[in-house]
């Protein structure tokens, strides 16, 4: 296990993902399920032009929410995930599970961060859900979301390790180590993480902070390009020492 310390140098070697290795990795997709399709084709297309490699396809959380498709996004994240995708846990997951699980706190929380949406792809008229108060909201959700769909937002890891590279939703706090990093930076953390200047022992590749286009660093790499808002979602790819992007565009949510 290593440890998040600063790294003692503010001039790392170039991260590597590993040897025969060529990973994929999917920004908040917050609903946008056509946008995810056409991302998940040109990916598939990137890849077959590539020489063979073992390739792996991770999702860095936000499926769910402010876009007009979470339920099929979920769908389609459980059968990549049951393929080998690697799906992390963001903040709009952690709250949607609990809403959804009867929370009206949750409820309450989750109206500022697109919950009414997220509901209408479940069959509930916004309108309705509107005029819902919290716990009626939460009741409905706990009797219309199905408990598959729940179980598997609430049970998805927090993050993955792969070469040179962490892969996380938010972000990680400077100066802990990863195995005392707490749940809740790891899903909703922005400051220190986004200004901390010196290197941490992985390239931390992130998404939740939505930026015009790929924020890149000298030591975190954010990809979360507001596919809800602004119809861009973006992945990075990695081979080697190499990396690339690859983005889908199309109508905001």
């Known amino acids: 296990m290593f440890g998040f310390g600063d790294s003692g140098g503010d001039n790392p070697p170039s991260p590597h993902i590993g040897e025969g290795e060529r990973v994929y990795a999917i920004g908040d997709i917050h609903g946008c399920a056509g946008l995810l399709r056409s991302l998940l084709a040109l990916i598939e297309a990137d890849d077959a032009a590539r020489p063979p490699a073992k390739t792996s396809l991770i999702l860095l959380g936000d499926l769910i929410d402010r876009g007009p498709s979470s339920a099929q996004v979920v769908r389609y994240a459980m059968a990549l995930a049951a393929n ?119 390239m931390v590749i992130h998404g939740h902070t939505i930026t015009p286009d790929v924020d890149e660093q000298a030591n975190r790499i954010g990809i979360d390009t507001g596919a809800w808002r602004s119809g861009l979602l973006t992945a990075i790819a990695l081979e080697g020492a190499d990396r690339w992007y690859v983005q889908a565009r199309g109508a905001a949510g």
């Open 84 to 202: 080998g995708a690697i799906v992390l846990k963001g903040n709009h997951e952690e709250m949607f599970a609990a809403a959804a699980r009867g929370d009206k706190r949750a409820v309450g929380l989750m109206r500022r961060y697109g919950v009414v949406e997220s509901c209408a792809s479940y069959g509930l008229p916004p309108e309705t859900a509107r005029a819902m108060d919290d716990a009626a909201l939460a009741t409905w959700m706990l009797a219309h979301v199905p408990r598959d769909h729940v179980d598997f937002l609430d049970d998805l890891p927090d993050w993955v390790e792969i070469g040179d590279y962490l892969f996380v939703h938010a972000g990680i706090r400077p100066h802990v180590d990863l195995a005392r990093q707490k749940g809740e930076d790891l899903r909703w953390i922005r400051e220190p993480f986004l200004s901390h200047q010196r290197a941490f022992p992985r």
